[in-house]
């Protein structure tokens, strides 16, 4: 099975920190993204990569930057953490950018910021 | 603009009983649709895929339907159970690779 693991499960942090939440993959997929769910809004692409070093901008990239250094691993970065950037973050990986495959989901980072 | 709908928001339901969930969506082209189940503090986890030729798929207890020329899909639960209680996430596909995510139904069911 594919297994997908965010660094955390909960996260508290102060207005004007950076943050880093990781995310890590197990089945040498080329695909990594990263959404934000809120109640009411489903989950919003904040950025996707297709490959090593590759990174794009999704639906709402403001705020927020990437890091792919390793296949496996795809980091979100919240420059300076702001109290409307508290939400659930969802990381997903699939096997290549086109098919039928679906994107595989980690369990999320419930991220509070005060 | 590319939008999914999903109904109800909610639902509750006892055990047993059978439900259904609705999807309407107005995307452009049309690659697929898929339902996700998220189970409370959980990822998403893919429970069917829907092509545009395809009328309708089970996975167990869950049967989804698509009507392409409507633009509507539903996934119908048969023989509820407790373990169904999630959210049910509708997730439709464009060509272009791009996911446009509903915003979901949460089920609940009780004994």
């Known amino acids: 099975d594919v297994k997908v693991t965010q660094s955390s499960r909960y996260l508290v942090k102060r207005t004007g920190e950076k943050v880093f939440l990781e995310c890590v993959q197990d089945m040498d997929h080329e695909n990594m993204f990263w959404y934000r769910q809120d109640p009411g809004l489903g989950l919003r692409l904040i950025y996707f990569s297709y490959d090593v070093k590759m990174k794009e901008k999704g639906d709402i990239p403001e705020g927020y930057s990437v890091s792919r250094e390793k296949k496996e691993r795809f980091s979100l970065i919240l420059e300076s953490a702001s109290t409307n950037q508290t939400s659930m973050y969802l990381c997903a990986s699939k096997p290549g950018r086109w098919g039928n495959q679906p994107q595989h989901f980690g369990d999320g980072t419930r991220l509070s910021i005060l | 603009k590319n939008q999914v709908e999903q109904s109800p928001q909610s639902l509750i339901i006892l055990e047993g009983k059978n439900c259904t969930l609705q999807c309407n969506y107005t995307v452009s082209p049309f690659s697929n649709l898929r339902w996700y189940k998220q189970d409370t503090g959980r990822g998403p986890v893919s429970l069917t895929i829907?092509?545009?030729?395809?009328n309708t798929k089970s996975n167990g207890r869950y049967t989804a339907t698509l009507d392409a020329d409507t633009k509507q899909s539903s996934l119908h639960i048969t023989a509820s159970q407790l373990s169904d209680s999630a959210s049910y996430i509708c997730v439709v596909s464009a060509n272009t690779d791009k996911l446009i995510f509903g915003t979901g139904t949460r089920l609940q069911v009780f004994p």
């Open positions: 829907m092509t545009f030729s395809e």
